[in-house]
């Protein structure tokens, strides 16, 4: 059964502060995707991040950093430097390979406050 | 860049009654998406469409649920008679799905539909 779990469900930095949101995912395939998505207040989803299993090497998009684990099962994500703006709920999210139309299993969020 | 767009943005029904959500997905993607999103919620999965027909749906998906693709642009989701509970946040998307493997492409995901049962 596939699984994603968000341990941390609000956190809250002071502007400028380096923070970091885990994901752990659980899955029997071997081929799956893994995902990150941010969602402001105005409730739209903004997809960040596609990563394939086969990909472990990590990402950095400008602030955003991303650290993929297998051995652990973990996909933490990174927020150098953050800014107000960053303040949203952010999901991790999972999708197997297999079949024709594969689902995304979303976690349950972390909903980051970033202070000024 | 092109976009799934939803409408309309914002829906509100009576209980009891039916409502349809409407979704144009990308041009050339083959694969549809309804998720659903309770207020302060995870996104959650409801139905995956493919080739005209359902592929996949969660149990959240029941008798009351239906889709169609009733002409070759519009992604539909029918709730027959609403309750409260279906209050949330509707999430279209879609996929190109090269190879019959939709993972394979990145899911595109509209704005959302927000949906209040009074």
Known sequence: AQKVT???TEISVVEKEDVTLDCVYETRDTTYYLFWYKQPPSG?????????SFDEQNEISGRYS?????STSSFNFTITASQVVDSAVYFCALSEAGGSASKIIFGSGTR????P | EPEVTQTPSHQVTQMGQEVILRCVPISNHLYFYWY?????QKVEFLVSFYNNEISEKSEIFDDQFSVERPDGSN?????????LEDSAMYFCASSE???????N??????DGTRLSIL
């Open chain 1, 112 to 115: 980051l406050s970033i202070r």
């Open chain 2, 36 to 40: 659903r999103q309770i207020l302060g």
């Open chain 2, 97 to 103: 799905g090269a190879g019959g493997k939709s993972s």
């Open chain 1, 44 to 52: 739209e989803l903004v997809f960040l991040i596609r990563r394939n």
């Open chain 1, 66 to 70: 991303w650290n993929f684990q297998k």
């Open chain 1, 6 to 8: 968000q341990a941390q």
């Open chain 2, 75 to 83: 992604f539909t989701l029918k709730i027959r008679s609403t309750k």
């Open chain 2, 105 to 110: 492409q990145p899911q595109h995901f509209g």
